[in-house]
């Protein structure tokens, strides 16, 4: 299995809105709802954000919002802010019981 | 709240076995509707799942690594284990024990993660 294909890099102005894409396959991201994206800043633990393609985790801000079309998953992230800097990874699950994490996005907030 | 703390050696040295632990607290691992899972990151670089076991005892791995990764559960500790063997320089990152809900028997995302351990591979 292929990891899924993230940019390298995406940025925004505070205020603004960015969507980090994560393209898969027919086989992975377009064949299952079960994509997660999570943020990880310099030095810590990822966090979770999204899981199951849409869903929240109790706590995370309404900013960010998950959404797919067809083989690609995106994480949209509003009202950008300062601390919304950092490396953001998606993952999805593949069949079989594996998943594949993407390659990663640094976000920078001009 | 659930909590991870991975331990273990910080320096293994090549072809030797990388052997680390992951004690959760907060939760059982003895219960249903999780997998309890290592994932590491090569330095600068991006997430990668090594695999995860359930409290059935099922466990699955990345097939990449398969042929050098062990994972293991002591219940009456409530902790988990990873064992890689035949280390090289390659596998010197961190790694992360943490947490995957499911749906439907199948990981929906990793909701909770250790700190991190830093492994490096060196003679």
């Known amino acids: 299995q292929s990891a899924p294909t993230q940019p390298a890099s995406v940025s925004g102005s505070p205020g603004q809105s960015v969507t980090i894409s994560c393209t898969g396959t027919?086989?992975?991201?377009?064949?299952?709802?079960?994509v997660s994206w999570y943020q990880q800043h310099p030095g810590k633990a990822p966090k979770l954000i999204i899981y199951e393609g849409d869903k929240r985790p109790s706590g995370v801000s309404d900013r960010f919002a998950g959404s797919k079309s067809g083989s690609t998953a995106s994480l949209t992230i509003s009202g950008l802010q300062p601390e919304d800097e950092a490396d953001y990874h998606c993952c999805s699950f593949v069949g079989n019981k594996i998943v594949v994490f993407g390659g990663g996005t640094k976000l920078t907030v001009l | 709240q659930v909590q991870l703390q991975e331990s273990g050696p910080g320096l293994v040295k090549p072809s030797q076995t990388l052997s680390l632990t992951c004690v959760v607290s907060g939760g059982s691992i003895n219960r249903g509707g999780y997998y309890w899972s290592w994932i590491r990151q090569h330095p600068g670089k991006g997430l990668e799942w090594i695999g995860y076991?359930?409290?059935?005892?099922?466990?699955y791995y990345n097939p990449s690594l398969r042929s050098r990764v062990t994972i293991s559960q002591d219940m009456s500790k409530n902790q988990f284990s990873l064992d890689l063997s035949s280390v090289t320089v390659a596998d010197t990152a961190v790694y992360y024990c943490?947490?995957?809900?499911?749906?439907?028997?199948?990981?929906?995302?990793?909701?909770?993660w250790g700190q991190g351990t830093l492994v490096s591979v060196s003679s």
């Open positions: 027919s086989s992975d991201v377009g064949n299952y709802n079960l």
């Open positions: 076991i359930y409290y059935t005892g099922s466990i």
């Open positions: 943490a947490r995957s809900r499911t749906y439907y028997f199948d990981s929906s995302g990793f909701d909770f």
